[in-house]
């Protein structure tokens, strides 16, 4: 597609070693750039009090290492727009206190350029519920203003008047494409209590304006609330956090705003406080890390919330927030800070728009609705492909080219990973092409699995590798892992034409006993050992599913289907004797939703699917619901219409909806109408 979408670059600090911090780059999730290192002292770095000198201060601090420099720059050059998640792991916590908001590249703070939303990323492994429901923004306003804060603190009182016109001003504005922010004031005493009872009612937004303190020491942040007296009580990070875990539904973003007498105690008792609210399920937390004024407070909130609510993305908002104040020659313009478990940086957004875009005759919640019925009910199928393996194994066409260029391929076709296999086949062997396939699987995986996972692990393959690391334990930080997902819906079968065992071992880190399953689609294949065989009465069940590898599985080498003729032939042999796939397995395809993902229209596989298994099917009349998801790369918006007729033409008299969108985004919006069905 030529809709504008940004590219992930994820850029990550591990624990100090005894060369310094190790950074990674990923671009894209799959794009690995080799690790360099951040000096071993960085965290001692002190600000000059020139905001724009500390940014190229911390830009020379961030590249002086050639390979992150390198890494850095190669990224720049294949994304100018993307999406900066900096990830600082939790064993390098310490150096959450630079201000890295202030990143310099190229004569433009990062934080606030509409190329570059930016983020502190921090994974969590509980579920995200979904993005809003409805088009209204409620915000509830908690302003504390203790009467003894002077007395008891010596801090200053809050204007509360000027506090609640700030944010009237910013709901009467904030309005766009439907959405409006309702601001709900909680009136004093505003104690924990009181707090807790008023979030019951399911605010989206949590704005909290007052004065707090940290202890770096104990690593613990208090803020300074009421009892029922409107005493100043300092409130500790723990019991608010552990208040909001109780919630069943929890703010989608929780706002830590200093008042404008605020001091550099409360901000960093807001920045101490922002990490523990995002591991507890908030999605998104903007704290600040220094003193901010009221005019620029004003500035920043009118600019935040409103685009906010015009296109849901907490990082860009806070982006454009900042650009105002850098164009207001405003000093504080790094002081907000914005932790989030989101990959993808969307709170809300409206339907259209939210991730993919959906082509079909009907609403895009129409087919959301009808698919997640039919998940409820067992009767949906997924057939997974290739790209929804991308954040651990190459893109075949990836493959494909460095195979070209190794090989000699003289054809044009260099990203065709059937047409290169083929002639590696011919030229190499038979198995050849299928052994440097897993090869590259291999050595690929072992490069993406973060290396405090992997010192010290010995395995022979990466069926051994994964079963070793555990799935839950790899995927611990993707929200949105594909297959993960998938196990969560409780189906009783999976089809997949990937060689990998990533689905079973997914299903086994939820507890289930999947049965794997090859087909046998030619006569070499005949005497491998069946389920069906051992146990005849074996029906797939979602306690114990079935995971049907069509084309192949890495742990028998010659049922891999790779070259062109492997598809040719694995079509001709179904054809000519459709008892070489069992007979539920027709069955699934004949009388259930299907729900297909991690192709391209133009993949070999894909097309043997629609042609050889799924066409045929002529009995598809109680289950006519069949979801594609394709790549947006392999589509331009001009040739949608065609796309869609051309699948409509594979599926005559079914109810075809195509979702243009990449494997993780179409994850990401089944999750949240999942979750949502099952609360």
Not at 18 to 47: K, N
Not at 297 to 316: E, S
Not at 629 to 639: A, F, N, R, T, Y
Request: glycine share 6%; aromatic share 8%.
């Amino acid at each position: 597609m030529t809709n504008h979408t940004d590219v992930d670059l994820q850029l990550r600090i591990f624990p100090r070693q005894d060369a310094g911090y190790p950074v990674e780059i990923t671009l894209e999730r799959h794009q690995v750039f080799p690790r360099g290192y951040l000096a071993a002292d960085v965290a001692g770095w002190t600000s000059s009090a020139d905001p724009a000198a500390d940014g190229l201060a911390l830009r020379e601090l961030l590249l002086a290492d050639a390979a992150v420099r390198e890494a850095w720059i190669e990224a720049r050059g294949q994304a100018p727009q993307r999406r900066i998640r900096l990830w600082i792991d939790a064993g390098a916590a310490e150096l959450h206190a630079l201000p890295w908001e202030l990143l310099q590249d190229e004569g433009k703070v990062l934080s606030a350029s509409a190329d570059t939303p930016f983020s502190r990323f921090l994974p969590v492994k509980l579920p995200w519920r979904g993005a809003l429901e409805g088009r209204t923004i409620r915000v509830l306003a908690a302003i504390a203003n203790p009467d003894d804060l002077e007395a008891a603190y010596g801090l200053p009182a809050l204007d509360v008047a000027q506090e609640r016109a700030t944010l009237d001003a910013v709901a009467s504005s904030a309005t766009a494409d439907g959405y409006t922010l309702d601001v709900t004031y909680l009136e004093p005493p505003i104690t924990l209590e009181r707090l807790e009872s008023a979030l019951r009612e399911g605010y989206t937004v949590l704005h909290f304006v007052g004065h707090g303190a940290y202890n770096a020491r104990r690593e613990q942040a208090v803020l300074y609330m009421q009892d029922d007296a409107g005493h100043a009580v300092p409130v500790t990070d723990d019991a608010l956090v552990s208040m909001l875990a109780r919630q069943d539904a929890r703010p989608q973003l929780v706002f830590l705003a200093a008042c404008q007498s605020a001091t550099r105690a409360t901000a960093g008792a807001f920045l101490g406080l922002g990490p523990k609210l995002v591991a507890v399920g908030v999605p998104a937390v903007v704290a600040m890390q220094d003193f901010v004024s009221i005019e620029s407070a004003r500035k920043l909130n009118a600019t935040f919330y409103g685009r906010l609510a015009q296109h849901g993305q907490v990082d860009r908002a806070l982006n454009e927030a900042r650009s105002t104040l850098l164009t207001a020659g405003r000093p504080d313009v790094a002081v907000p800070v914005l932790l989030t478990r989101l990959e993808s940086g969307q709170l809300w957004g409206a339907e259209a728009d939210a991730r993919g875009e959906m082509l079909g005759d009907r609403n895009p919640r129409i087919f959301w609705t009808g698919l997640i019925k039919y998940i409820q009910t067992g009767k949906c199928t997924p057939i997974i492909g290739p790209r929804a393996r991308a954040q651990w194994l190459p893109d075949p066409t990836d493959i494909a080219r460095v195979w070209a260029a190794e090989y000699g391929y003289p054809f044009s076709d260099k990203t065709n990973p059937a047409g290169l296999a083929q002639y590696l086949a011919v030229s190499q062997g038979e198995d050849f092409p299928r052994l440097e396939l897993l090869e590259a699987m291999r050595n690929m995986f072992e490069q993406r699995v973060p290396e405090p996972l992997r010192a010290g692990c010995r395995y022979d393959g990466l069926t051994e590798l994964v079963q070793t690391l555990g799935w839950q334990t790899l995927t611990a930080g993707s929200p949105n892992d594909v297959h993960a997902a998938l196990a969560s819906l409780n189906l009783p079968l999976y089809l997949t034409t990937n060689p990998d065992n990533f689905m079973t071992e997914a299903l086994k880190a939820q507890g289930k006993q999947p049965v794997r399953e090859i087909c046998r689609w030619n006569e070499t294949l005949d005497g491998l050992p069946s389920i069906f065989d051992d146990d005849p009465n074996y029906t797939p069940t979602p306690e114990r599913p079935l995971v049907y590898h069509l084309f192949g599985n890495e742990e028998e080498v010659a049922s891999i289907v790779l070259t062109e003729d492997a598809h040719l032939q694995f079509t001709t042999n179904i054809a000519a004797d459709m008892k070489r796939i069992h007979p539920c397995i027709w069955a699934a395809l004949a009388n259930s939703s299907l729900m297909l993902l991690g192709y391209r229209q133009t993949d070999w596989g894909f097309r043997v699917l629609l042609r050889g298994l799924i066409a045929p099917q002529q009995q598809r009349r109680r289950f006519k619901h069949v979801g594609v998801q394709l790549e947006p790369d392999d589509v331009l918006d001009d040739d949608l219409p065609a796309v869609y007729e051309f699948m409509r033409s594979y599926f005559q008299g079914n109810e075809i909806n195509v979702y243009v969108g990449t494997t993780l985004q179409f994850i990401a919006e089944l999750r949240e109408y999942w979750e949502a069905a099952n609360r």
